[in-house]
C-alpha cells in the first residue's frame, strides 16, 4: 500500500555553493571590519532588500594621505574576485589598519546569489556608471566624489579567458601590468591572445593612454575622470580552479599595491 508523502520544496541549484553565499561573505568581512578597525556600512539596498556594503578607513581629520580603492562582485559569475579581495584582506589587517582604503566587496549582491552577471534589473552594472539616475550608482558617487585616490584596483572574471590578463588605465606614469601578471603567473598562465574583447593585448596586457568609445562606462573609466592617476582592472580566467582562482586575484592585489603606489 503506498502511503501519501509530503511534496519537498525544490532546492535552487546554487543554495549550499559557498562561493556565492552573499551572506556568508558578509559575515566574514563584518569580522574582519572590527579587527582591522574598517566603518562597514550598508549603502544601498538592491531589489528592495538586498544591502550592498562599503568599508572605509575611518575618518582621521588630520589625515590627508590618497586613498587606495579596491571592489569585486559588479558581475555576479565572477565569484573569485569577491573571495579572492576577502582572503586578501584577512592576510592584510596590518596594512588594513596602517593605511588608508574604500573598498567595495560585492556590487552586485544579486548577480552573485544568482551565479549570473546582469544586477537585479538585467543590467550590466559595469555599463551603467555615467548613468546618474542609476539608484546604486548615484550613492556610490556620493562616497568616490571629492576622494582623491592614489590607486583603483576592480577585480574582475572572464569566462572566455585563456589565462589572467589586465587592463592598466594609465596616462601618464611608467607601465607596471607585466610586472604585475609576471607574479599572477606563478599561480596561473597568462592570457597570450593578441586581441582581447577585441582589443590588442601583448602578454596579456591592455594598455589605455587614451579612453576607449563604449555606449556605458565601467567604473574604472569614471574613476579615471575623477582623476585616479592608474586603474587597474584584472580577470582571471573562469573556467580555472576556484582555488586558484582566488590565489590568483590574492597575488595581483598584492603585486599591484607593490608597483603601482612605487611607480613614477
Known sequence: MKTATTPTMPVHPLANHRAHDYRALVREWRVLAKEAGLKMQAFARVGGQLPVYVLRTKDAANDRRPTIYLSAGIHGDEAAAPWGLLDWARENVALLREGRFLIFPVLNPHGLILNTRADQDGADLNRSFNVPEHPLITVWRQLVEGREFSLALCLHEDYDGQGCYLYELNPRGPVVGHAILNDCSLVLPIDQRKRIDGRAAKGG???????PEM??????????????????????????????????QKTFIRSALEHGLRRG
Open 205 to 211: 596586457l591592455i594598455v589605455r593612454r587614451m579612453l
Open 215 to 248: 555606449p556605458g562606462h565601467p567604473e574604472a573609466i569614471v574613476l579615471h575622470l575623477m582623476g585616479t592617476p592608474l586603474t587597474l582592472t584584472f580577470e582571471s580566467p573562469s573556467e580555472f580552479s576556484l582555488h586558484d582562482r582566488i590565489e590568483a
